[in-house]
């Protein structure tokens, strides 16, 4: 008897839960999911620097937050800011920068300006203290 013919009986004798289940580990172990996996972007990370938080009258500043995709980051994004209290803290003409206008406290929205997203802006929300 052949040694494919041994094997292909020992096959045939098992419960076909258990040859299923070992077929479903072995294609998990190879990466298989991956081949199967929706086409789509990564996961999108916005982090607003610390130290943007604070600014002071009469400065104008474009805050440097950083932008990870799938855990690499993202050089030189473009974002467009808006603020809550106009009046607190201004927004450039062009939108990429902010204008500390008068002490106190705003909330600072950017979002993140790049021709892959066509539905959803990644978009972050930070607090922005502004000292005389």
């Known amino acids: 008897m052949s040694a494919c013919g041994v094997h292909m009986r020992l096959l045939a004798s098992l419960p076909r839960?258990?040859?299923a289940s070992l077929v479903g580990v072995v294609a998990w172990a190879c990466g298989l999911?991956?081949?199967?996996?929706?086409?789509g972007l990564e996961q999108v990370t916005l982090?607003?620097?610390?130290?943007?938080?604070?600014?002071?009258?009469?400065?104008?500043?474009?805050?440097?937050?950083?932008?990870q995709?799938?855990?690499?980051?993202?050089p030189n994004p473009h974002f467009r800011f808006t603020s809550l209290y106009p009046t607190v803290v201004g927004v450039t003409v062009g939108g990429d920068s902010l204008?500390?206008?008068?002490?106190?406290?705003?909330t600072v929205t950017a979002v993140l300006l790049d021709p892959i997203f066509t539905d959803t802006l990644p978009t972050i929300r930070q607090g922005v203290r502004v000292h005389p």
């Open 99 to 106: 204008i500390a206008l008068a002490q106190g406290f705003d």
């Open 47 to 67: 982090t607003y620097p610390a130290s943007d938080t604070l600014i002071y009258v009469g400065t104008t500043t474009a805050p440097a937050i950083t932008v």
């Open 33 to 39: 999911s991956d081949v199967f996996k929706q086409p």
């Open 69 to 74: 995709a799938g855990g690499v980051t993202v």
């Open 17 to 19: 839960w258990w040859v």
